[in-house]
């Protein structure tokens, strides 16, 4: 699981790189505002259920809701103890 994460966030790390970089142009020419680089360099997906924690716990909320599950399922329940950590 943690290779898997480290694959996930060194993918995090490419892909923000190379939105920076196909930005750069437009925002040294003034296109983009220059604050726009900070919106731009803060990662778009976030990996592991410590950084999902609330999504993750709304989809079991939803899911009992929906009467998918017969009870909200805690997050310690569904995934293994070292991936919450993660």
């Avoid at 995090?12 to 900070?38: F, K, M, S, V």
């Avoid at 989809?59 to 599950?69: N, V």
């Amino acid at each position: 699981m943690i290779n898997l994460i480290k694959a996930f966030n060194e993918a995090n790390r490419i892909a923000d790189r190379e939105r920076l970089e196909h930005c750069d142009y437009h925002i040294d020419t003034g296109l983009l505002p220059a604050q726009a680089r900070a919106a731009l360099a803060r990662t778009v997906v976030r990996h592991g259920v410590v950084a999902n924690r609330k999504t993750l716990e709304l989809a079991a909320l939803h899911s009992f809701e929906q009467g998918l599950t017969p009870r909200i399922v805690g997050l310690e329940e569904a995934f293994a103890p070292s991936a919450m950590e993660m």
